[in-house]
């Protein structure tokens, strides 16, 4: 019995250091999923008259110091807030929703992609199953980055690049690249871009969209939304079935919530300045797509 | 409940502190029984009736067989279990897939082709549990074994969750009689032994549960995205990346399934009964025979010992003998699924049994040859077998057959087109890092066979410093969606 009592109480200490040891990892190098709910911004004080923009990795590629000054400028009232975060969806912006209403934005700019409907949706949530609402592994990984960051391996990190108003954007020289056609076309076939799927059908990404604008809209937020554009390599690779289900859920969108839609999909996709197949390079060689989306701005202010 | 999930950790503690708390054996079976019912109540639902069934039936059948006076009553008893079983597994599992397929003919000849779909639910482990209960009707029927004299020590075996929904499929004649363990209470009276924890059952228990949390968790579920990805859509996809994504779908059913198995196994061991090994290095198998004394043991051993043997073995003509191969190996295919693709897969096991006989029977100077003996001849031969195993699993992965198909051809017919390989490596970097890890400690338990008794038997500073780093492997790597075990689906 002394015995079974010492090798349990020796598992329980291996428990106890992982479990330590990953708690001081966590604390370091937070999964973003959580770090987002307690994030400063929301405690800050705000200008009075904002504009916030939303969206994943797409929208955080905007040069938000260009669109500050350019919107600030035009209308000498209203001030930009970038709050994109890369891999970002519209179930998980759901979960910090209200949040974003308690600044009581004047109007928001919601940039939405394929991916953003693409995740295949967890309908069926188990029975007794104990969910935990973290991940791991996110942690490990930008923990190991770090590493190698700091041991030059790696160099996006270590180059971070800070930009005017956008709290949770993480960018680095990486995100500066400007790549050539033929690292697009072959990226785009790495990342089996044929198989991305939209369903139509209850899809639970589609219906958190939904949601979110249905909430804005109820605390008298203006919504608009755009669509982020996409290189040639991705726009001829992607199911023609996905394309037409994206644009039916955001034309259902549009006329359900009655809300104006800026289409910048194939605006760029010939230009050359991609820093991979979905993301506008942030470099000013590529500010097209920042300045696009300032005079979009400028001009619903107007309105 | 999975076994990688924060419930089943918690219910096995409940479990096992109970055990140690309950001094009353019939209690502790009890106990153990309600565990078991409870256990898969949670993962199955109402489908639960059909275990309970299922025990009933081959409880009484199993004393009627025993007590059948003559020969012909005890086989119409014994095909009445074979029935009640098999029809339950096949209705359940295979009648949608037999609608499929008469409908499919219908269509062909004009004939009936409408017939709408069960849509039945598959219930979790049936074939397991059939081919545990059957094991048990049949080897009555053999006499090899006595009934169960109480329905709660057979239910108790039926019902043990550790292998009640993925295996190893027990045969009762190993199970029962650790039921029945007596010891000595030192007044010459023998009594049934109670379950009780012991240091070394607990100890080796337990670093069986991390080694297969950790090839579940770690290995398994970091490699199946990058799997998923792979074979999602083959279609012009190059060489190297079908080879590269059936290498890790390799690995991370490997993972899977002996890494569920593993817990499986710990977790009975702390409990107090030993289940059989599963899984033996089946990656270092020299030839498929070799293969298939490796790789789910319990299965290859059940179809051998009531399926292949009774059809005739090798006992018969040599045509004979690999006719049975094939039919054993499909049948087994059908076992794990009712499609296609697992028909090819056990086909192709079946060919390559065929085959290796044939050549051992017509050229017995070319396997006795003494090359095969040296280091360089027992490499060439275990790469030779894993070729050809790996090709299986294409099927096995693959269930669009034109992709099937696709992916087949450029395995086997290397494309050399190879100019995205260093992109793709270095977009998967992790993944590959992940498998060369695999592929080293894979080596290592081939060459010290005892490696989970060395681990065991570290002295306990040590043990704890291999358990911390095992679970730091696991929780760091967690993605908090840990994907479900493969072998649940069948």
């Known amino acids: ?303 | 409940m999975l076994f990688n999930s924060v419930e089943f950790v918690i219910f096995f503690i409940v479990v096992a502190t109970a055990i140690v708390i309950i001094k009353h054996r019939k209690f502790q079976h009890f106990f153990l029984l309600g565990s078991g019912y409870f256990f898969f109540y949670i993962s199955s639902n109402y489908l639960i009736s059909l275990l309970i069934f299922s025990t009933i039936l081959d409880y009484f059948l199993g004393k009627e067989i025993y007590n059948a006076k003559t020969k012909t009553r005890k086989k119409i008893l014994l095909i009445l279990s074979l029935s009640g079983n098999l029809g339950l597994l096949g209705f359940f599992k295979y009648s949608d897939f037999a609608i499929l397929q008469f409908n499919a003919f219908g269509s062909n000849f004009n004939l009936v082709n409408d017939i709408p779909l069960l849509n039945l639910a598959l219930p979790i482990g049936i074939s397991f549990y059939t081919f545990q209960t059957l094991s048990y009707t049949i080897d009555i029927y053999r006499g090899e074994l006595e009934p169960s004299k109480k329905f709660r020590e057979f239910a108790l075996f039926v019902s043990f969750f550790p292998q009640l929904v993925a295996g190893p499929i027990v045969r009762a004649k190993h199970f029962l009689p650790q039921l029945r363990q007596k010891m000595d209470n030192n007044q010459g009276i023998f009594k049934i032994k109670l379950i009780k924890i012991e240091k070394s059952n607990l100890k080796l228990g337990i670093t069986m549960m991390l080694i297969g949390f950790l090839k579940k968790m770690f290995f398994a579920d970091n490699i199946a995205p990058f799997v998923n990805e792979v074979f999602f859509n083959t279609t012009n996809s190059p060489s190297y990346e079908i080879w590269l994504g059936t290498i890790a779908f390799g690995i991370q059913i490997y993972g899977d399934f002996s890494g569920y198995s593993d817990i499986a196994i710990g977790a009975a061991l702390i409990l107090g009964f030993k289940i059989p090994r599963n899984f033996n290095k089946p990656y270092f198998a020299t030839s498929p025979s070799d293969f298939w004394k490796r790789w789910h043991i319990s299965l290859s051993s059940w179809l051998k010992d009531y399926l292949y043997i009774p059809l005739g073995g090798n006992k018969i003509s040599r045509f004979r003998t690999y006719q049975n191969l094939l039919i054993v190996m499909v049948l087994g295919g059908l076992w794990h699924g009712a499609s296609i693709n697992f028909i090819i897969w056990g086909g192709l096991h079946g060919v390559y049994l065929a085959i290796h006989k044939i050549i051992k029977n017509t050229c017995p100077q070319l396997t006795e040859n003494s090359f095969f003996k040296t280091k360089i001849g027992k490499i060439f031969s275990i790469l030779v077998t894993q070729y050809f195993v790996f090709l299986a699993w294409i099927p096995f992965r693959v269930h669009e057959t034109d992709q099937m198909w696709y992916a087949m051809n450029k395995f086997v017919f290397f494309d050399f087109q190879l100019n995205g390989l260093l992109e793709f490596l270095m977009v998967h970097k992790f993944v590959m890092l992940i498998i060369m890890m695999f592929g080293v400690l894979h080596f290592i338990s081939y060459i010290k066979p005892d490696i989970i008794f060395r681990l065991s038997n570290l002295r306990l500073y040590n043990w704890t410093i291999f358990a911390t780093i095992v679970i730091i492997l696991v929780i760091f790597f967690y993605n908090g969606n840990s994907e479900d075990f493969i072998y649940f689906r069948f």
Do not use: C
């Open chain 1, 1 to 303: 019995m002394a015995s079974n009592i010492r090798i349990l109480i020796s598992l329980s200490i291996a428990f106890l250091i992982a479990l330590g040891a990953f708690s001081l990892l966590y604390n370091e190098f937070p999964d973003t999923h959580i770090d987002r709910k307690n994030h400063s911004f929301f405690k800050e004080k705000l200008e009075d008259e904002k504009i916030f923009l939303l969206g994943s990795s797409h929208v955080n590629q905007l040069n938000t110091t260009h669109i500050v000054n350019k919107v600030f400028t035009n209308t000498e009232k209203y001030t930009v807030y970038n709050l994109a975060i890369n891999a970002d969806d519209p179930k998980k912006r759901f979960e910090d929703i209200e949040k974003i209403i308690s600044l009581n934005p004047d109007i928001v700019f919601y940039g939405i992609s394929y991916r953003d409907f693409s995740s295949i949706s967890n309908d069926q949530i188990q029975q007794y199953k104990i969910t935990i609402d973290i991940n791991p592994k996110f942690s490990t990984m930008q923990a190991i980055r770090s590493v190698l960051t700091e041991l030059g391996i790696f160099q996006e990190l270590k180059n971070q690049l800070s930009d005017t108003n956008s709290p949770f954007k993480m960018i680095g020289v990486k995100q500066t690249i400007i790549e050539t056609k033929e690292n697009l076309e072959l990226q785009t076939k790495n990342q089996k871009i044929n198989q991305l799927t939209i369903k139509i059908e209850n899809n639970q990404q589609a219906s958190y969209f939904k949601k979110i604008i249905s909430k804005l809209q109820e605390n008298d937020i203006k919504v608009i939304i755009f669509t982020t554009p996409i290189s040639h390599s991705f726009n001829k690779e992607i199911p023609i079935t996905t394309k037409e289900n994206f644009k039916i859920i955001l034309n259902d969108v549009t006329e359900q919530f009655e809300i104006k839609m800026y289409n910048f999909t194939n605006k760029y996709s010939e230009l050359n300045i991609w820093q991979n197949p979905t993301h506008v390079s942030y470099n000013m060689d590529a500010i097209i797509f920042s300045e696009d989306i300032a005079n979009m701005i400028i001009q619903e202010v107007d309105e």
